[in-house]
């Protein structure tokens, strides 16, 4: 990806879609993204998953992480939504595991641990494969002190 990666604070969470009143359409509309050429009256509504006990899987960007990563923290790495499928094409960047405090996520395991055998992005010797994260360094949750 092209996308700079995200490792500072001040992430508030997740975001999980929005709601608006589309002027097009005359009515609300529910979208996993909010796209730049949506054009709303009123108010537009974000959902965010700020819970700093939450967890999700992710995938790697073009570098595979193993197993010896767990417990590291890492940062993500920015995309351009699709505006197909209407989703994120953010992904967490191997390159960018350490013990940094200040980065925003913490590897807390693969899927293959969990998934079946075979199952999309269990190959863990291959890129894109997908890790299990938890927050490390959002606003409710702040590891680095005062």
Sequence with gaps: MTAASVSASGIDGIFYGCTYVSTALQRQVWMNYLPGS?????????????????????????????????????????????????????SVGQSTISTTSTLPFRVIGLLSQSAPPGANGTDNSSAFNRVIVAPNNWDRKNLTGI
Excluded: H, K, R
């Excluded at 949506?38 to 509504?45: F, H, K, L, N, P």
């Excluded at 965010?48 to 890492?74: K, M, R, W, Y």
């Excluded at 197909?84 to 953010?90: G, N, V």
């Design 38 to 90: 949506a054009v709303a009256s009123g108010d537009i509504t974000a959902y965010i998953c700020d819970d700093p006990e939450a967890q999700f899987v992710v995938q790697s960007d073009n570098t595979a992480i193993a197993f010896s990563n767990t417990g590291l923290n890492i940062a993500m790495v920015l995309g351009t939504p699709n505006s197909t499928t209407q989703f994120s094409t953010a």
